[in-house]
């Protein structure tokens, strides 16, 4: 299977191919993304067959476990196919009790690079995406200086693109006056569409925008319509929200996680589910309901 034969295709990333489908690693880690995972080859199991699949766009971040996810994911992959894309994220650290305190002097922001190259196994990172909010909101304020720090990385060859995490469109305007920005990672799904024009703004722009949290902050209400429409379709909730997620804009490319290489196999395949004219429009309305 190639990357075109996935739910969605592929999109450009800077010069980088990425497949819309991506595979996102976080879940590799053990029970709230702290530890190692209960069961290591599962995890394997499950990244060798994403890129049996066809899948090019791995989503991770060193703080993940932490350390735990990119050393699986250097155990099950390195030396790396050509054609596939890691992408990580920086800006944050794990604390003792499994906390996750910002981590964004450009002190840390730099070590936290050389982090990712040192337990990838890598000499260049492909993107690295600059995590700015909180858990699902951005955080008003400048990121010259952390994006900053960031650029300079780039410029010495240690990083090929950039992006943002959990940012508004003043902050990936302030960053775009330092240096190209490629994606945008944020929350967005059909129950939570404050990033709307944003969406809008990168598509036109050629800027990919990664959506996480599929169903994440869907109230009772808007489960039940989502339920509905999943059982109309014969399908799952999971399935109708990524399918909405691919038709909503070209430019939006999916990173799902699970620790199972059977669920992955479903996620793609209900993805791939066709939303007639009238399912979207009313899911497209979910977002009103409370």
């Known amino acids: ?85 890691i992408v990580t994220k920086v800006g944050a650290r794990r604390d003792e009790r499994g906390g996750w305190p910002p981590a964004r002097t450009p002190g840390e922001l730099v070590q936290q690079v050389y982090d990712n190259l040192h337990r990838l196994r890598l000499e260049t990172l492909d993107v690295v995406n600059l995590r700015v909010g909180g858990r699902s909101a951005p955080e008003a304020g400048s990121i010259a200086e952390e994006f900053g720090a960031l650029a300079g ?3 010495r060859g240690l990083i090929r693109h950039l992006g943002l995490s959990t940012v508004n469109a003043d902050q990936l305007a302030e960053a775009q006056a330092i240096a190209p920005v490629v994606c ?12 709307d024009d944003l969406v809008d703004s990168t598509a036109r722009q050629g800027i990919a925008y990664v959506p996480y949290m599929p169903l994440g902050g869907i109230s009772p209400l808007q489960s039940e319509v989502l339920h509905r429409v999943a059982i109309r379709l014969q399908t799952t909730p999971m399935s109708v929200a990524l399918a909405w997620l691919l038709q909503r804009s070209s430019n939006l490319l999916l990173i799902p996680g699970t620790s199972a290489a059977q669920h992955l196999r479903q996620n793609i395949a209900g993805a791939a589910v066709g939303l007639p004219p009238d399912v979207l429009t009313e899911l497209s309305a979910i977002n009103a309901k409370e």
Not at 4 to 18: M, Q, W
Not at 41 to 69: F, K, M, S
Not at 184 to 195: C, E, I, L, T
């Open 184 to 195: 945008v990672q944020n929350f967005y799904n059909m129950a939570n569409r404050q990033d």
């Open 153 to 155: 990385l780039r410029e």
């Open 1 to 85: 299977m190639t990357g075109n034969e996935l739910p969605g295709g592929s999109y450009r990333v800077g010069d980088l191919a990425l497949t819309r489908f991506g595979y996102g690693a976080m879940q590799l880690a053990g029970p709230n993304v702290f530890g190692p995972p209960r069961d290591r080859d599962a995890a394997i199991e499950v990244l060798r067959t994403a890129v049996e699949l066809g899948i090019r766009h791995i989503d991770t971040a060193d703080y993940y476990g932490p350390h735990v996810t990119n050393e699986i994911i250097r155990e099950a992959l390195a030396p790396y196919p050509d054609d596939l894309h």
